[in-house]
């Protein structure tokens, strides 16, 4: 601390004093000279410190009045705690998650939902819906058999070399013969989870990690081993490796390197690369899910794992569905070595996909509207990630963590006194608020006080209210886990 | 015999004569008069006699020259024998389906194809494109959003609610809410046989069945014990009766009631009725696959096996892949008590289906177009499968045997002398044509030595050449091997 200037240390005394609740957002701050008297420092530095705290968002100018304390913001308060990497992993579990989630589903449709903040879903009106009707039209005007025509296997070439295409900014170096078009991700993550391993045999994934995922081991038999993940970095390539050194029989790693779900964060092109020569050595396949990866804010998309893999043992998949058509199932994967048995068990399961929104994709996909789309999409989504953030700030309770991630449609909270999540989902729904506990998101428990945010929609009065409305609930909770400590304390 | 007609049994004698050659085709008939001196009978007999031969297609009439006997037709060739439905089942087995299949199809594409009769695919323009393609239009245009809006759970409800009102004619009550919209019949069976099964478990399949269903069930890890399937009434009940009582573990019986793939047979609603009853006593899940239903040459529809259903131990699986949009992958289930289970499945594999296809073709359907697209369908396939089985009987060798089935796109063809069908699939590929061999609808290795033909193209000059070409083949074929027979007796 004495090394830092001494603004710096001054400005910080102020931001404890600002985070304490000692100084309210509104009040004013001391004057420039009410500084240089109070702390006994020189013009220049009593300036300089008012400038820091004004640079990093916490006080305001206001013309002949003075600075004034903002409202907390989103950088007030901290992220979650990182995981501990060094300790060994929980050993590998059947996945109960469907009768957890199933609990919530039915919860939710037992009441009527004013504010949907359980998804992980944009909004419509932030998709380029005129343009892509107006392809599909195109489409089928200019193949007007489509509807009535044998479907090619493994997909539209058309919309192929359109993926193949794109994936090369990636850093992917993919054929249009490598991609087989799924029914979405979910799809392709269960073709490729079925390709690699059966019943009873274990997966390693991410920890906490998106229940879709949980529910598809699940319903395939297959273990979870839940690796501890970091809020900013992603999978830890170090305890996946000393599970791998640990658990024999673990047959695949499953990982969303890019705005992970529900955490956010995005793996190191380092880890990124350790990680795809560790599953190489190690003989396990390695399952991409590269679902999110164009929403990363950035001018450049992530390179991709699968932009590493020398001997085929990734499995990369994506889909359009968070990027370009909620309303449309269309994934691809490519699954290196197991390329063949993917297509074999596509067409037993679902045989090919329809040409028709292939081409519609393809279409638009070709009319040079799509990065454009991107750009606004990633930053209505970057606007409306910071709107809730600040909400969170300004409502939530002291104790609350959460991430900000670099993309993406949601948010990650971690409640304040280890609050149960489910409690907070119950109370929410009574007043029309779904949410998304953590407990949906891991097998292990460990999340059970956090939830997931949905920053889809647009910010409005309604949304505002809402998270006006959750912050109180979730401080009224606090405030009675408290009490009830302090009474337990007492008696 | 002598019970019979005096008319009716001098056209038997003439019949006779011209399936054993002794009139060929394209010679004259005896003239009435002849008839009358030759076999002693009146004027009017002769008449009756030469009547009888021309109603039932042997001979026709030449304006002032007399009767003339016309080429073999497709009466003149006999049924396949029936299996013996008194036999023990084979043990159930593991189904090594797939590498058979590949084997084929790896074939197919090495080679130029000129004609395909592999299929089970009616021609394009045998479905209405022109009005399925406007009421896609329609959907799109009244629905903009459509393409970016999230999808309903289960499907759409207005698909859903015009699925419910057509199953009233097959005496199904259903409610819209009973019906799960999925990929195809395809998925509709994955969905069906992971919800009452698991790995290693028995499924009993009629035998032959469809390749798609014993890919499935390999897919699956499934056994299959293939139960005797009449050729004109379908799955033997009593078979089936016997496998259940001397194999346990049979987890499902898996079912096409009407126009049976590949045999083309219907069950008669008494056996329905029995299969049904069976099922349930038994606790065995009864998987029915109606996808042909529409296309039985009937006025009305038949009556499908869930009609009977009282416990909920039927699962009705359909598509309109065949009956409607060869582009288009829409199926549908009614899954009975394992309803939920399906839909829960269905969520994890491949979430919701797109709504606009379903919406295209509840705009289509609600036109009034469908039964009578239905009506010319049944009729341009009666028409094809005629000129098919002209051809077979005209041009293939004596000893053949094929089915003649009331509807449906296919025909099932037992080769002279046991030839292996393999040998008439490498030979027919030499020449471009492709043919599915009998080999690929068992495990059993029982139908090695039958082929199924498609018969959804319309009747043009290139098929006509290449039915004479492939009677050739078989017919060469034929003769090799009854000369090695010859000579083995010989030495």
């Known amino acids: 601390m004495d090394a830092q200037p001494l603004y710096r240390q001054l400005a910080t005394h102020y931001l404890d004093a600002i985070r304490a609740g000692a100084l309210r957002h509104g009040e004013r701050m001391p004057s420039v000279r009410e500084l240089m008297r109070l702390h006994d420092v020189s013009l220049s530095t009593a300036v300089q410190t008012c400038r820091e705290l004004e640079r990093a968002g916490w006080i305001e100018a206001r013309p002949r009045s003075g600075y004034f304390v903002r409202p907390p913001r989103r950088n007030s308060i901290p992220q979650p705690e990182e ?80 993926l193949a295409r794109r994936a090369v900014a990636s850093g992917q170096v993919l054929a249009p013969e490598d991609i087989l078009v799924t029914h979405g991700c979910i799809e392709a993550l269960n073709l490729a989870l079925r390709a690699v391993a059966g ?169 040079g509207d799509f990065d454009r789309h991107l750009r606004r999409l990633r930053g209505a989504l970057r606007e409306q990630r910071g709107r809730m953030a600040d909400a969170i700030a300004a409502h939530f309770p002291h104790g609350t963590r959460m991430t900000l991630p670099d993309g993406g449609i949601t948010i990650w909270v ?39 945010l949905n920053c889809g929609l647009r910010y409005s009065d309604e949304v505002d209210e809402g998270m006006r409305a959750l912050g109180r609930m979730v401080a009224a909770l606090a405030r009675k886990t408290t009490k009830t400590r302090l009474q337990v304390c007492r008696a």
């Open 414 to 452: 971690e409640l304040p006194e280890r609050l149960p999540s489910r409690a907070v989902f119950d109370a929410a729904i009574r007043e029309g608020i779904l949410i998304a506990p953590g407990a949906m998101f891991s097998n292990s428990g460990k999340f059970d006080h956090f939830i997931r």
């Open 199 to 367: 019943p009873g045999d274990t997966i390693a994934v991410e920890s906490p990690t998106f229940y879709g995922l949980l529910q598809i081991l699940e319903s395939l038999g297959l273990r979870a081993l839940e690796i501890p993940t970091s809020v900013s970095t992603g999978l830890s390539v170090d305890a996946l490796e000393l599970a791998l050194s640990t658990h024999p029989g673990i047959k695949a790693v499953v990982v969303v390197p890019h705005l992970q779900n529900p955490l956010g964060s995005i793996m190191p092109d380092s880890e990124k690369r350790r990680l795809v020569q560790l599953c190489e050595r190690a003989g396990v396949a390695l399952i991409e899910d590269d679902t999110y990866s164009d929403l990363v804010d950035a001018d450049k998309p992530p390179t991709a794992l699968k932009a590493w893999d020398r001997g085929g043992n990734v499995i990369h998949c994506a889909s359009l569905h968070k990027t370009l058509a909620p309303g449309m199932r269309l994934g691809w994967m490519s699954a290196g070595r197991w390329q063949a048995r993917v297509a074999m068990l596509k067409y037993a399961q679902t045989r090919d996909n329809e040409v028709w929104s292939q081409l519609a994709a393809a279409e638009y996909m070709a009319s």
């Open 83 to 162: 995981p501990d990497l060094a300790q060994p992993p929980d050993p590998a579990q059947y996945v109960g998650i469907h009768a957890r989630v199933s609990h919530f589903i039915e919860q939710g449709r037992r009441h009527r939902i004013t504010l949907g903040l359980s998804g992980a879903r944009a909004a419509p009106e932030l998709y380029p819906s005129e343009k892509l009707k107006n392809a599909a039209l195109r489409a089928l005007r200019r193949h007007p058999d489509i509807l009535v025509s044998a479907t090619p296997p493994a997909g539209d070439p058309r919309f192929r070399e359109m």
